[in-house]
């Protein structure tokens, strides 16, 4: 089988696989050159969700709405159009806000992790004081939530505290000073005020004149909005170090009137930080670096969960729970499907789930649909909390000690998927 | 979604409306309705035939013509039926999103109670990308967004049809539409003193699912805006 073949049979098995999306259970693809509407595999509804499934698995938004005539009813004109799409280089136009990278069709080297680390809040919490603290009846968090204890940030400790603790083990690991980086990507659902988080953990760091700083916004997708910036960053060949840093201090933030005990009870503190460098000369391992990376905004649930300032500098926080839990488990399920089928990956080839982890109930719910080994996923939120961005931080952390040390022959990708307020959404996959 | 027009009306409840869905002799799509929106229409009705969510099924028999109402008045009238400001008081119950690929909405038949309402929106954008299949976003006041509902208004459809009609590159109909859209028809439905949608929920489909669907948009389009 020559290169043009093994393409086709690669695009017509994606082509089915958004196919079968939309056929019940059990239901055979239709053939080839069968048309999808009469003959019965697909109603008008569900037509048009195969095609945008097509377009996004392929990253060519707007494909078929760029062909002259009617769109593809057969799964050889779906491939057909891909395939001439494909030929001719046609890349998205991001009508819908998505970045999609091709398998095998890596135009960017990104950076490689060289350094990684985390830093959690000091004191350990049980969650029987939590519950105590915030008035709620025994076991709505234990048992509910699933949560042991949370980790906070001592009166002394805050965002640039963890934050700097965690970049500094980053910078120690990849054996990289603090004015080394060119950039610093820097993301926090808890900081606010200016100096930013990026200036003040730049002065904090002793930071080169010369780096640049950035603040990414997002709230738990944070982290991966970073990543995505990071990326796009690695095509100007002048930069060739990027610190990437999460901190987030709910109890700080969160002790307020306005915010329900069982909201609030579910966050602790944290920090991560990453180092990615182009080149790693020194570096003694095959490093991990950032693969396809999606994302967009599901405004539907957007009245989930709202957060606002009040009065007198209080959080005001209006959230309907399990709305939120149900829509979140949906995305990010979705997120992971999404991946898999643009990546071309299975399940089962990927070494680490870093999952965004509102608590350790839901984390389960999604790992059990989703059909994820428990020992894939690197558990947070049981014994820290909730850590907002910095969730998938910590998470990812413990994935790169388990697996970044391997020989790349040995160990799979890595997959993040996280959701946050609005409900913004994001999945990542580290090669 | 079948061929031909799903027809829903209004029953004075009280002081305010409810929404009754006369059904044809066979099926649920009338073959030809010789009525126009905003009429009065008297119906007998028959047994009740409705299955949930379908509540406002009604089978239907004698109907005659017996008046009109304004665009304005038929809004009001509306507004006073079943109406909810955000997408978790529309049915009563929970909503999904598609997992097939685009973001479709979808409830599941046996948790809905109604198939039906109305509400409130900050603006809308069709997309003409799978023309002659139209689909729509809408962003409610609440600040939500319903993303990729069939558009199965008739007059709107029919709009939009007359204007696909007149454009004599078949290829580039939809990147026109699109910017017709834009000039003309945007800035109208934006300016209208009201912006009100009618979201209904589809029959079952083959796995179980009802999908939201736009069913009415108000202000109706007009040929003057595009004059």
């Known amino acids: ?431 | 979604m079948s061929d031909g027009f799903c027809v829903i009306g209004l029953e004075r409840n009280g002081q305010h409306f409810r929404s009754l869905r006369p059904l044809p002799r066979r099926g649920y799509a009338w073959r030809s309705f010789p009525y126009r929106r905003a009429d009065k229409v008297a119906f007998e009705f028959l047994a009740a035939v409705a299955i949930p969510p379908h509540t406002e099924d009604r089978g239907t028999a004698n109907d005659r013509k017996v008046g009109f109402v304004s665009e304005s008045e038929l809004v009001g009238s509306l507004r006073q039926a079943e109406v909810a400001p955000s997408v978790k008081g529309m049915f009563g119950c929970d909503v999904h999103v598609s997992r097939r690929g685009g973001e479709a909405i979808y409830v599941l038949p046996a948790e809905a109670t109604r198939s039906i309402c109305g509400c409130d929106i900050a603006s809308i954008r069709f997309t003409f990308h799978f023309y002659p299949k139209i689909r729509a976003t809408v962003v409610l006041k609440s600040g939500e967004r319903l993303e990729s509902l069939p558009l199965v208004d008739a007059d709107w459809t029919e709009f939009i049809n007359v204007l696909a009609e007149q454009m004599d590159d078949p290829v580039r109909i939809r990147s026109r539409l699109d910017g017709l859209f834009k000039s003309l028809v945007y800035p109208q439905i934006q300016s209208s003193p009201f912006r009100f949608v009618r979201i209904g929920l589809c029959r079952p489909d083959r796995e179980g699912l009802c999908w939201f669907m736009l069913d009415s948009l108000f202000p109706l389009p007009k040929k003057s805006w595009l004059e």
Not at chain 1, 387 to 415: N, Q
Request: hydrophobic share 45%.
């Open chain 1, 1 to 431: 089988m020559n290169s043009s073949d093994q393409e086709l049979v690669r695009i017509r098995r994606i082509v089915e696989q958004c196919v079968q999306t939309a056929l019940p259970s059990g239901e055979m693809l239709p053939d080839e050159d069968r048309d999808w509407i009469e003959g019965g595999a697909l109603d008008s509804m569900a037509h048009v969700e195969v095609l945008l499934g097509i377009e996004s698995a392929f990253g060519l938004p707007g494909l078929f709405g760029r062909c002259g005539g009617a769109p593809p009813v057969t799964t050889r004109a779906a491939v057909d159009i891909v395939l001439q799409a494909l030929a001719a280089g046609a890349k998205g136009d991001a009508e819908r806000g998505t970045s999609v990278e091709l398998n095998n069709h890596v135009s960017l080297r990104a950076g490689g992790f060289s350094g990684w680390g985390a830093a959690l809040g000091s004191e350990c919490v049980p969650i029987a004081r939590v519950e105590e603290e915030f008035h709620l009846p025994e076991g709505t968090l234990a048992k509910r939530a699933g949560i042991d204890s949370v980790r906070r940030a001592s009166r002394e400790e805050n965002e640039i505290f963890l934050a700097k603790m965690a970049a500094e083990r980053a910078l120690q690991m990849a054996s990289v000073s603090a004015e080394r980086p060119d950039w610093i990507i820097a993301t926090s659902e808890t900081f606010l005020g200016f100096p930013s988080f990026s200036a003040s953990l730049h002065t904090a760091l002793l930071a080169s004149g010369a780096c640049r700083l950035l603040d990414v916004g997002g709230a738990c997708v944070g982290l991966l909005n970073c990543f995505a910036v990071t990326k796009a960053l690695f095509s100007d060949p002048g930069v060739e170090c990027i610190l990437v840093v999460s901190a987030d201090v709910h109890s700080h933030r969160l002790a307020g009137e306005g915010v329900p005990g069982e909201f609030a009870g579910l966050f602790g503190d944290g920090a991560s930080a990453f180092i990615l460098q182009r080149s790693t000369p020194s570096a003694s391992f095959d490093a991990y670096s950032i693969g396809a990376s999606i994302g967009s905004c599901c405004g539907t649930f957007s009245s989930a969960l709202r957060i606002s300032a009040g009065a007198n500098a209080s959080v005001v926080v209006d959230f309907d729970g399990a709305a939120l839990a149900r829509a979140a488990a949906d995305r990010m399920e979705g997120t992971i499907c999404d991946l898999e089928r643009i990546c071309g990956l299975t399940r089962d080839s990927v070494s680490a789930f870093v999952l965004h982890q509102p608590n350790p109930r839901l984390v389960e719910t999604m790992r059990r649909r989703a059909n994820i080994p428990i020992e894939k996923i690197p558990l947070v939120s049981k014994t820290c909390g909730n850590l907002g961005s910095s969730t998938c931080g910590v998470a990812l952390c413990m994935a790169m000690d388990a697996h970044a040390l391997k020989p790349r022959s040995a160990r799979g990708p890595i997959l993040l998927a996280a959701v946050s307020p609005g409900m913004l959404w994001g999945g990542t996959v580290l090669n």
